[in-house]
């Protein structure tokens, strides 16, 4: 008999758009159900699922949680506020 694993209990991140990114996307933000465990690369990857206009923009945008910014291995919780921030020019 094999053992049945676990059911992982998901949480819910809000990714914040801001620019172009909310331009494109069409909201300023969108709530993502992640795994734990999940790093800030599984958010990237899972809001191009939803969001494959913002393909482009996920290359080159930078992101932050919690207003810190962070590399892709950073892991997120039920707590973390996501944003990606795209360039933006102005003075």
């Known amino acids: 008999m094999s053992e049945v694993e676990p059911c992982k209990e998901r949480f819910t991140v809000v990714v914040q758009l801001f620019a172009a990114a909310a331009q494109v996307a069409g909201r300023r933000h969108v ?33 932050a949680i919690d207003m810190s910014f962070v590399s892709d291995n950073t892991l997120v919780t039920a707590e973390s506020v996501v944003a990606m921030i795209p360039p933006v020019s102005g003075g």
């Open 31 to 63: 709530l993502l159900e992640m795994l734990p465990g999940a790093t800030l690369q599984d958010v990237r990857e899972s809001l191009l699922i939803i969001h494959p206009e913002l393909a482009q923009l996920l290359l080159i945008s930078r992101w």
